[in-house]
């Protein structure tokens, strides 16, 4: 069973809003923190925005400060983010993540890959 499940993607305009999903089926990560980062082409992947276990606690790189939403639905086992005034350089690949111990948002900020569950990531174009 795949552990981490993204959807949501898709092409619209600038200044537009998608949401992002991310399905964790079973549970596994409900109680880890979790994340989103992004790969534009070209470039590294980078973080994007992270959320603690209880989901009270978030944190988001400069770019999307204001503009994107992270969140989680433990009923659903599934992580969110809403991206709102959406501009072209937003677009990329973005992958949910999940960290394998901790809880905090520094277990996914701060933490090598190799520590981070990955889904298979989801296409998000915005055009001018």
């Known amino acids: 069973q795949v552990p981490l499940v993204e959807s949501g993607g898709g092409l619209v305009q600038a200044g537009g809003s998608l949401r992002l999903s991310c399905e964790n089926p079973g549970g596994t990560f409900r109680n880890f923190a979790m994340g989103w980062f992004r790969q534009q082409p070209g470039k590294e992947r980078e973080f994007v925005a992270a959320?603690?276990?209880?989901?009270?606690?978030?944190y988001y790189q400069d770019p999307v400060n204001g503009r994107f939403t992270v969140s989680r639905d433990h009923a659903k086992n599934t992580l969110y983010l809403q991206m709102n005034g959406l501009k072209p350089e937003d677009t990329a690949v973005y992958y949910c993540?999940?960290?394998?111990?901790?809880?905090?948002?520094?277990?996914?900020?701060?933490?090598?890959?190799?520590?981070?569950?990955w889904g298979q990531g989801t296409q998000v174009t915005v055009s001018s």
């Open positions: 993540a999940a960290s394998r111990d901790g809880t905090t948002i520094g277990s996914i900020v701060q933490a090598p890959p190799d520590n981070l569950a």
């Open positions: 959320i603690n276990w209880g989901g009270h606690t978030t």
